[in-house]
Each structure stands twice: as structure tokens, then as C-alpha cells.
């Protein structure tokens, strides 16, 4: 980890900019045409009109995200110190786009990148704009929980030996459930064959801020990664930040991708919220951090006690292929309950006002973050309590699993399959088709099959549970019990 310059930190150079252009009583006539909400509506009213006073585009005075130079930049470069970077830019559509942005700056159609296939949508679709050729490394696969866990030194190690002409390998660090893979090791032996290491951060923000969690990806030595800082860094929702370290990656070619991406109009109050997310860490971070890891650990010990539910820690993810765990995530297992986690997920929201991150069908996800308080630890295990009251029962065997055991085989690139015709069918008749589409459950959006896969009987019977359970399913196409694969008698004459 680097030194930070904390006296340097202190500065928030487009919250600066703000405050002097909003405290200015501008006469407007340029976008956005609420002018600082001389219209009053209905969204206004919800806020003491705050919101809207001070929702600006780029003026003058605050800089163009498409060409930074000024209060943008200077608050970029103190979020890269802040993270052992050398370059940042900020988001204003997620690590969606961060994902988008390093891949498409760093592989061309036709070229090959290694990536895990449990993976988020926005990684396939960024395969699609590329049109680079996919190589899957298998997770471990935690048979328990059904929740796919890290890649294996030796499992990356293999696929890098068997694909020496891929040009960069993609990494999750960590997985949507907190799971990290010996990040170093393989950043190193990547390097070592020439690939350019690519990071998914998505939910890893607070790594750069704590030495109680698992290595960031700029500390690895990683040649990008992509921040959600909205997700766990405390800045408003869709804000994030991409890091850029070393010379193996182009800033060109980054630039040339992040202004086709980006809007031409972004939000101030996303930048500014991330210029003070990162003073906020800088100074506050690993203190917050630290309260949040013991009141997940709190909470672990609590509702171990409850019939009905397994909490899982750190020692039960190490044991199913993490190399390191985010001790900030409590994965809890349902265990004896007349419910699915689908079920409790719901149940929490509707009748204790308790929002998990996500429920699936054997266990839900809880997020300790900067924000979370004892009272908020207590709600979910007093809420707990009253489920299992309700639902335990000790004579429930463990029900049945439906996870698939192989992922779906690739037989076109994601590209390819996107381009190529149409044909609906019903969904018991795909076997063998080759999808067009990517289809999930959302969150966590970990496609089950992507543009270019074949429909098995495995992907079928996964599908034809989660439309039963009416578990929330995002495809493309809207019919249901159908689903979009491509014609290949038109495919064939092409
Ligand atoms: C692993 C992973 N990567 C990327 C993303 C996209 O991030 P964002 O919501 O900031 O666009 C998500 C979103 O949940 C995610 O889980």
C-alpha cells in the first residue's frame, strides 16, 4: 500500500468548483432546462428542493469529463493516489461501463481474453462489442449454497499455459459474494506471458481503504479495474471510478472507448459525490470498515444461533475455493425453513422493511458497509427470530438442488450469435439451439447462458424452475416459456 498524502487529500477540488458555480446565481440558458429548478415537480417536492438547485452539466468553471483538465482531473488524480494508481477516470454509468470501457480498449474482435464464467452481464456484452473470442476458466463451485466462488491458481495457471495468444485475462476481485482469488499470483504469472491484467471491482472499493480485507487490484499490481464506488465507497448510485496502472495499457485507446461510452452530459452531483466519497474514505474508511467487518461478525454468531439458518463466514468460503474472503458480506444458508431464500428475501422487505442485497434459492446475501449500525445488525437477527418461529421445521431434508454442474458449452463467439438470425422456440424444445441472448436471475446477473452457448438439458430445467418459482428472470425477449436462439438454417446459408 503507498504512503497517502493526507494533507493533499483534504482537498475536494469539483466540490470546490461546485459550490462556487452553484452559489453564483447564474441567469441559465443552457442545459439542463429545469435551470436549477425553477420548475417545481413532483420529484422536486419530494426533497427541500435541493436536488434540482443543484443539478448542473459542465459549465464553465467545471470542467469536461470527455477532456478533463480542471476541478475533473484534479479530483481524478487524487482519487488514483488515494488508490496507489496512476490514472483514474470517473463513471457516471457504473463499473457496467468500466467493464465495457477495459475491455474494449484492450481486446479486438477476434483476439482472446481468459475471464471466469461466472462473470456480470456487463462483461458479455462488452465481448459482444468487441467481438473478442471468450476463454472460460471454471470457478469452484460451492455445491452447498449452489454460489460460484473463486478460479484456482492452478485452474488459471492452466488456461493461461493452453492459451499463450490471449491478450489479457479479466479477474473478479471480489465475486458478488465476497470471494477473491490469489490476485498477485496470478497478476504475476499473467504478466510473465504478456497478457494485460483486467479487474472487476465492482464490489471492492473498500479494499483500497482497509487492511483488514483482501488485496486491491492496484496493490496487485493489476493493469486496470473498475470501481463501483456507489456500491460499497458510500458516492451515489451509477458513480464509479476506472483505475489505470503501469504501461501496458494504452490511455488512448482508453479515451478513444470512454468518450464513445460516455454521455455528453453527466451529472454533477455524481462527480461531486465521488470527490467527497474519497476524502471521506481517505479519512474515515478504515475505521468504518473495521466496525462494519465486527458487526458482520456479530451478526454470523447471532443468527448461528437461530434454527433455521447456517451464516457463513470467512472459514466457510476459504474451504470452498477463496483464496481470501470480504468479511464485510454475510451469506446466510436456509436450513430447515419452509422457504427459499427467494422467499425470505421478500418476506424481510415486505413485512420487516429489512432490504438484503439478494435472495436465491438456498441463501441470501447481507452487505455490512461504511453505513450499517448495531440497530440495523439487530433488526435483521430480531427479524430472524420471528421467521424461524414461523417457519422451522426439523423434519425438512435438505431440498433438492438444481444447480447446473457444467456452465453451457460456447460453440459461436458472443459476437457471432448476437449478429446472427433470429428464431424463437419454446424453451423445452432448446436443446442443442445456440442462445442469442443472455438470460439471468437479477441480482446477482451472472448470465446462466450467453450469446453463442447451447441450450443443455441442465440450462433447461434451471430455467424451467427459476419461471416457476417466479424468481425475477431478465432476458431480451419478453414471451415467456420462449426463449431466442439463432436459425441456423439461415445462419448456415449465410
Ligand atoms: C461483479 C459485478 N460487476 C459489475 C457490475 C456492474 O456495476 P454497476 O452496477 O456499477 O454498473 C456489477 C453489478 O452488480 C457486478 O455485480
Not at 434540482?52 to 452539466?57: G, L, R, S
Not at 474508511?285 to 448461528?304: D, M, P, T, V
Not at 442485497?357 to 453505513?371: A, H, K, P, R
Request: net charge positive; charged share 25%; aromatic share 10%.
Amino acid at each position: 500500500m503507498k504512503i497517502i498524502d493526507k494533507d493533499e487529500q483534504r482537498k475536494t477540488p469539483y466540490i470546490t468548483a461546485y459550490k462556487k458555480y452553484i452559489n453564483s446565481n447564474i441567469t441559465s440558458f443552457d442545459v439542463p432546462g429545469h435551470h436549477q429548478g425553477i420548475i417545481r415537480t413532483d420529484f422536486d417536492k419530494l426533497f427541500p428542493h435541493e436536488v434540482y438547485k443543484n443539478d448542473v452539466n459542465c459549465p464553465i468553471g467545471m470542467d469536461n469529463i470527455m477532456h478533463p483538465r480542471g476541478c475533473i482531473k484534479e479530483a481524478q488524480n487524487l482519487f488514483a493516489k488515494a488508490c496507489n494508481a496512476d490514472y483514474a477516470r470517473f463513471l457516471i454509468n457504473g463499473s457496467t461501463s468500466g467493464n465495457l470501457i477495459m475491455i474494449m480498449s484492450c481486446v479486438k474482435a477476434h483476439e482472446k481474453i481468459i475471464l471466469p464464467r461466472n462473470v456480470h452481464k456487463s462483461v458479455i456484452n462488452a465481448l459482444i462489442l468487441s467481438g473478442a473470442v471468450p476463454v472460460f476458466a471454471m470457478p469452484e463451485i460451492d455445491l452447498q449454497t449452489e454460489i460460484a466462488n473463486q478460479i484456482s491458481f492452478k485452474e488459471w495457471k492452466k488456461v493461461i499455459d493452453n492459451n499463450l495468444d490471449a491478450k489479457a485475462i479479466f479477474i473478479i476481485n471480489p465475486t458478488y459474494f465476497g470471494a477473491t482469488t490469489n490476485l498477485e499470483k496470478v497478476v504475476k504469472y499473467a504478466h510473465s506471458k504478456n497478457m494485460i491484467v483486467l479487474v472487476d471491482e465492482a464490489h471492492g472499493t473498500h479494499f483500497y481503504f482497509s487492511n483488514k480485507l483482501p488485496i486491491s487490484a492496484m496493490d496487485a499490481g493489476a493493469d486496470m479495474s473498475t470501481l463501483s464506488v456507489h456500491k460499497t465507497g458510500g458516492s451515489l448510485t451509477q458513480s464509479s471510478v476506472l483505475l489505470i496502472k503501469g504501461n501496458r495499457v494504452n490511455p488512448y485507446d482508453v479515451n478513444k472507448t470512454f468518450n464513445m461510452l460516455t454521455t455528453t452530459s453527466p451529472s454533477s452531483l455524481l462527480l461531486a459525490s465521488l470527490d467527497g466519497a474519497r476524502k471521506y474514505l481517505v479519512f474515515h474508511g478504515s475505521n468504518k470498515i473495521y466496525q462494519a467487518i465486527k458487526l458482520a461478525r456479530y451478526s454470523i454468531e447471532e443468527i448461528n444461533k437461530i434454527p433455521g439458518f447456517k451464516a457463513h463466514g470467512k472459514e466457510h468460503f476459504l474451504k470452498n475455493g477463496a483464496y481470501d474472503y470480504d468479511q464485510t458480506k454475510v451469506v446466510v444458508e436456509i436450513d430447515k425453513l419452509k422457504l427459499t431464500g427467494f422467499n425470505i428475501y421478500r418476506i424481510l422487505k415486505e413485512k420487516y422493511q429489512i432490504q438484503v442485497e439478494l435472495g436465491e434459492t438456498y441463501v441470501f446475501l447481507c452487505l455490512f458497509t461504511i453505513g450499517t449500525t448495531k440497530k440495523h445488525a439487530d433488526n435483521l437477527i430480531n427479524a430472524l427470530k420471528d421467521i424461524s418461529l414461523k417457519y422451522y421445521d426439523s423434519k425438512i431434508t435438505y431440498q433438492d438442488h438444481h444447480y447446473m454442474k457444467d456452465f453451457p458449452k460456447t460453440v459461436l463467439r458472443p459476437r457471432e450469435a448476437y449478429h446472427a438470425p433470429l428464431k424463437i422456440v419454446p424453451l423445452k424444445d432448446a436443446l442443442n439451439c445456440i442462445s442469442k441472448e443472455m438470460i439471468m436471475i437479477y441480482p446477482p446477473g451472472i448470465p446462466l447462458i450467453i450469446p453463442g452457448e447451447k441450450f443443455s438439458q441442465d440450462v433447461i430445467l434451471e430455467l424451467a424452475y427459476y419461471k416457476k418459482i417466479n424468481a425475477n428472470i431478465v432476458s431480451d425477449w419478453e414471451g415467456s416459456n420462449e426463449v431466442s436462439v439463432v436459425d441456423m438454417d439461415l445462419f448456415d446459408k449465410k
